[in-house]
């Protein structure tokens, strides 16, 4: 059973816990209610997963919080929902160029690696908009899009999220 929660202002109308991540709030304010977690979109249309999400102390490997989508250079990257673009640029160390979603208070998706970015910083953006161009920035030895699902800042495993 799944309860409605207003992620404006953090109730739930079961108890006063955290929101649950599977609730998108829309720029209006609206709150959307899904039957799965399933909710976003591919960020990449046709999509074929070339490194899978590895949490840290998963294994002898080094973690890997997200998951590396292959594609050409210059393929399409698409908002999996909506939200607002929070960083886009290439600051951060080995991601090349990136931007970041914010799509509720403690829901954010990340693109690394992208060759263009075509959203700025603060810019809304609704499920199936444009937003990049698969690259092969930073710390990438192919193209591919690295995608992250971070839940309360923590990385989460995309694949729980991504549509089937």
């Not at 109730?11 to 006063?16: E, F, G, K, T, V």
């Not at 840290?56 to 908002?79: F, M």
């Not at 690696?113 to 092969?136: F, P």
């Amino acid at each position: 059973m799944i309860s409605t929660v207003a992620l404006a202002t953090g109730c739930s109308s079961s108890s006063p816990r955290e929101p649950s991540p599977y609730f998108i709030k829309e720029p209006d304010r609206k709150v959307i209610q899904t039957r799965s977690l399933k909710f976003l979109m591919w960020p990449v249309a046709r999509h074929k997963v070339s490194q899978k999400f590895r949490p840290e102390g998963s294994s002898r490997r080094k973690s890997h919080d997200g998951i590396d989508i292959s594609a050409p250079r210059g393929t399409r990257i698409y908002a999996p929902a909506d939200g607002t673009v929070i960083y886009a640029g290439h600051r951060f160390h080995g991601y090349g160029r990136m931007i970041m979603i914010e799509h509720s208070p403690i829901f954010t998706t990340l693109y690394g690696h992208c060759q263009k970015l075509l959203v700025h910083s603060g810019e809304a953006v609704k499920r199936g908009n444009l937003i990049a161009l698969v690259g092969r920035t930073g710390h990438a030895t192919a193209p591919h899009l690295h995608f992250e699902v971070r839940v309360k800042r923590e990385p989460v495993d995309p694949l729980v999220y991504l549509e089937d």
